[in-house]
């Protein structure tokens, strides 16, 4: 069954230090994976696709199949940063999303 | 450009009431579209998916049912709520035979009293 993981619920790290979200995966096919975030009183938003292999403020997550993970990492975190955020999976033709439990980010001065 | 509507934005309602919550997408055909309920620490459970108007597929049984009445509207209800519908609704669309990406809209807090 098609499963996400994200081990942890909250992550508080300063200001310019580095952060990394974990997430794994269970999945048989071949996966598509997305990090969704969302900021305090705006609504969900796409933040990076691992096809697209790009960096969007700041943030690169790489696909390992090896470890079936897919990490979201930051070298220098800012007080924006701080979000919720979700790493989600593609699972069948219909579109649908398999949402990992979060992870709060609270990045402090 | 396409944008995704909800409403209300928050909704208080008693036990054993109905519910209509509208989700509308603008600037695009045919999407698929999704039912979300989000509640702390576990992450979006998807309710119901509609891939054309009609077609309705649900994912957990439950109180709530679906309906796609045009194109690009998905209604989600309720005869009588529980206390445990409780939660943030959150709508969202993605373009059919194009990736998994997928649009929300801003959510609906239903408190049930």
């Known amino acids: 069954a098609q499963r996400v993981t994200q081990p942890e619920k909250l992550l508080s790290v300063f200001k310019g230090a580095p952060v990394e979200l974990k997430c794994n995966y269970s999945y048989s096919g071949s996966p598509e994976l997305f990090w969704y975030v969302q900021y305090s009183r705006q609504r969900l938003q796409l933040l990076l696709r691992?096809?697209s292999r790009e960096s969007i403020k700041g943030f690169t997550a790489d696909l390992n199949k090896g470890e079936t993970s897919f990490h979201l990492k930051k070298p220098f975190a800012q007080e924006e940063d701080s979000a919720m955020y979700y790493c989600a999976l593609g699972v069948d033709s219909w579109g649908k999303l398999q949402f990992g439990a979060g992870t709060q980010v609270v990045v402090t001065p | 450009s396409q944008t995704i509507h909800q409403w209300p934005a928050t909704l208080v309602q008693p036990v054993g009431s109905p519910l209509s919550l509208e989700c509308t997408v603008e600037?695009?055909?045919?999407?698929?579209l999704y039912w979300y309920r989000q509640a702390a620490g576990r992450g979006l459970q998807l309710l119901f998916y509609?891939?054309?108007?009609?077609?309705i597929s649900s994912e957990v049984p439950q109180n709530l049912s679906a309906s796609r009445p045009q194109d690009r509207q998905f209604i989600l209800s309720s005869k009588k709520l529980l206390l445990s519908d409780s939660g943030f609704y959150l709508c969202a669309w993605r373009k059919t035979s194009v990736s998994y990406e997928q649009y929300f809209g801003p959510g609906t807090r239903l408190t049930v009293t």
């Open positions: 600037g695009t055909s045919n999407p698929n």
């Open positions: 509609s891939v054309g108007i009609g077609q």
């Open positions: 691992h096809i």
